[in-house]
């Protein structure tokens, strides 16, 4: 079974670094990119299947990026994860098209569970 | 407001003096007010009535006055009248001869006299000033009268009334000379008044204790005998009058005499006119106008009093109104206090938020770095067993801690926005579909089913939906976490308006329904507390129950709970339409 394309967009970089080797370490193919911008030019040339994206980043934030995808028509699943304990982002996250949120810090066996099901999901539609 | 204002005035520094400045001169001013817009206007009003009345009271008594004067000089005229009319009659209608007889004389004395003492002699005196005959007291019938002043004044003006003279008799005494003619020749008829009967009618009139009535000549010499100012045939101090007509009336202030100074009279003054004598009736005036004048007094002492009176009561008044401004200041200043109080905890709010954020990022890395330990130590082939057990041991115990840091964090945050309440409308069947839908995907993945049975018409609230939100969060969560394992399990929610009914405002109804653990009846009853919490620790992800317990009842509401152990529990929550007065007020935007 090849191994699932996911994106990791984080402004923290031994954040990214870790979550890659830790994710690769059970069966994904992880990128990491460190701004809104870097994800969604990283959208253009790759097809990913889930995406995890804090919402506080310099630059564009993790909404912005979410508008500006669905604008250029990215559809990917897309985890919010953030330090931000805010409900109220995770909503607008939510109605923006995030299928769920997590609250940094957390464990990485959540995380995995919550890639999981994004995954099925997305393979269970045409 | 800056913190260091009124902490100056919690230390009574120099705002506080200021202060106390501005308090007395607001007091002053409200005192001066009050003078100014009561007591004087009172003065001047009471003042001018006064006056305006007194002078009308002065007016009549000076008219009274005038009027007794001139009854009295009527009486006076009357008497002199009738008495020269009588001598004039007898003179013209009796002879020289049939009078010389004493007899008859004597008749026409008696006569004369019958009503009363009016003359005390009466005598006929030829032309040449020889006694004819004498009906009286004293001895004159040898006197001879030529050279008498009277005597040639008879003659020539055909009657004559004396002033007041000692004449041979050596009594003070006046006399009515009327002359006749006989056969060419004139004798005179003539009569002494009684001198007693005259003065007792002129001097009889009680006027007071101060007041006199007396005669004065035209050379000043009193003619009756005054109660005070002097004596019969004595020159008054009196200046000199000049004739008039009428009833003079004035006021006067008598030179000091004696070195004493005479206190101010009221002087009535009336010329007769036969003879010509001055009727002065005098008073003094504090005794004429004691009634004036004690009115007066009576007015001015109450107006003053009254004026005094407002005075008190309007430094009471304005002392209590300072007092209300103070205190309404110190009012202000407390919510002032307040105020900036919020507005450190709003402050402090967004601080920790702040802090929380910042500090779940590291926390993330710690987490991942110990997974990857965790992780390296799982690939090393042979690991001392006491040295893996250790390692494990510490990984469990490091991510513990950290999910403790994370409750941690998640409170603060919790409670930064608490200090911020935002009342909006919410539509709760709606606001319930979004709350489930953030957690329906992890409970459906548990086997855990979502039923709602949501009333069509329930009408808006207005309430603070962040609040909200977190509540219901919490409530369904628990609820999800108390199936956990089971595989299966249903949360129903249902939403109803509860109609007014035993006159009780309208509430929205909502059930969270679970087929879950439930809770025992030894925890029951404290579910709700603070500190209480049946999970095992490090576990809890969601809000206390207290807190929910607490943010209810702030947004005006209540909940309720029942449960049967092993099957389910139900909770019943009840909000109002609107908010509750004082959360409206504790609104900070």
């Keep these: 079974m090849n191994r699932p394309k996911v994106l990791i967009v984080d402004d923290e970089e031994i954040f ?42 310099p630059g564009m934030d993790g909404l912005m990026t979410l508008k500006t995808m669905k604008k250029l028509g990215r559809s990917v699943e897309t985890l919010i994860l953030t ?44 | 407001m800056p913190v260091s204002k009124h902490d100056e005035v919690a230390n009574g520094g120099p705002i506080e003096r200021k202060r106390r400045d501005r308090y007395r001169r607001l007091f002053r001013r409200f005192v001066l007010l009050a003078v100014f817009c009561s007591i004087a206007p009172l003065l001047a009003v009471g003042w001018a009535i006064n006056r305006h009345y007194t002078d009308i009271a002065e007016t009549r008594m000076f008219s009274g006055f005038r009027n007794e004067v001139g009854y009295h000089h009527k009486i006076i005229e009357m008497f002199l009248k009738e008495l020269r009319s009588k001598l004039s009659l007898v003179a013209w209608t009796h002879s020289r001869e049939h009078l010389s007889n004493p007899a008859n004389l004597n008749k026409i004395f008696e006569l004369i006299n019958q009503k009363g003492g009016t003359i005390t002699d009466l005598g006929v005196i030829d032309h040449e000033g020889r006694h004819l005959a004498y009906i009286g007291p004293y001895d004159l019938m040898d006197k001879n009268y030529s050279r008498s002043f009277w005597f040639r004044e008879a003659l020539e003006k055909g009657i ?12 003070p005494h006046f006399i009515i000379a009327v002359a006749g003619s006989h056969n060419g020749e004139k004798w005179i008829l003539r009569a002494t008044v009684d001198t007693e009967a005259f003065r007792s009618l002129v001097e009889n009139v009680q006027i007071g204790k101060t007041g006199e009535v ?59 006119s036969e003879p010509r004598w001055l009727l002065v009736v005098k008073q003094d005036h504090s005794e004429a106008f004691n009634d004036v004048n004690h009115a007066n007094y009576a007015v001015l002492v109450f107006l003053h009093l009254s004026a005094l009176t407002i005075l008190i009561v309007s430094v009471f008044i304005s002392r209590h109104m300072v007092n209300l401004i103070r205190r309404q200041d110190q009012e202000a ?33 710690i987490m991942t770095e110990l997974q990857i330990v965790v992780d390296a130590a799982q690939e090393v082939p042979e690991m001392d067993k006491a040295f893996g057990a250790q390692l494990h041991g510490s990984a469990k115990q490091i991510f513990m801690q950290i999910q403790r840091c994370k409750q941690i964090t998640t409170n603060l945050l919790r409670f930064s926005r608490r200090t911020e309440s935002m009342i ?54 628990n609820a999800v976490e108390s199936m956990e394992g089971r595989g299966h399990g249903s949360i129903t929610i249902r939403t109803r308006l509860r109609d007014s009914a035993e006159g009780l405002s309208p509430k929205i109804r909502v059930e969270i329904a679970d087929t ?10 404290s579910i709700f507390d603070p500190y ?11 809000l206390g129950l207290s807190i929910c317990y607490g943010i209810i009842r702030q947004l005006g509401g209540d909940i309720a709970v029942q449960s049967n152990p092993g099957e389910g529990t139900e909770f019943f929550i009840h909000f109002p339409l609107r908010p509750p007065t004082e959360l409206l007020q504790q609104m900070v935007r």
């Design chain 1, 16 to 57: 990214v670094q870790n979550m890659s080797r830790l994710l690769g370490k059970r069966g994904y193919e992880v990128t990491g990119v460190h701004s809104g911008q870097a994800a969604i030019d990283a959208m253009e040339n790759n097809e990913f299947e889930v995406m995890v994206l804090d919402l506080k980043m």
């Design chain 1, 83 to 126: 330090g931000h304990g805010s409900i109220d982002t995770a909503l607008d996250a939510v109605k923006l098209g995030a299928y769920d949120y997590l609250t940094k810090p957390c464990a990485i066996e959540q995380l995995v569970a919550k890639l999981e099901i994004a995954l099925r999901n997305r393979r269970t539609q045409p």
């Design chain 2, 160 to 171: 004559y009334i004396s002033d007041m003279f000692l004449g041979f008799r050596l009594e």
């Design chain 2, 214 to 272: 007396y005669l004065l000549n035209r050379e000043g010499f009193f003619q009756t005998n005054p109660r005070f100012s002097g004596h019969i045939m004595e020159k008054s101090s009196f200046p000199l009058e000049q004739i008039h007509e009428g009833i003079q009336v004035k006021t006067v202030e008598p030179e000091p005499e004696n070195g004493r100074q005479e206190p101010t009279q009221v002087m009535s003054l009336a010329w007769l």
């Design chain 2, 333 to 365: 200043d407390i919510l002032n206090r307040q105020l900036t109080q919020a507005g450190k905890l709003a402050s402090i709010g967004q601080l920790s938020a702040g802090v929380a954020h910042e500090i779940n990022n590291p926390l993330a890395v």
């Design chain 2, 424 to 477: 909006e409308t919410v539509h709760l069947n709606k606001f319930i579909k979004e709350v489930i839908g953030l957690i329906e995907r992890e409970a459906t993945t548990s086997g855990i089913r979502f039923s709602t049975d949501l009333d069509e018409n329930l009408p808006a609230i207005l309430s603070d939906p962040s609040q909200l939100q977190q509540v219901f969060l919490s409530l369904i969560t």
């Design chain 2, 516 to 525: 879950g653990n439930g809770i025992s009846t030894d925890h029951i009853d």
């Design chain 2, 532 to 542: 209480f919490c049946a999970k095992p620790a490090g576990r809890s992800a969601g």
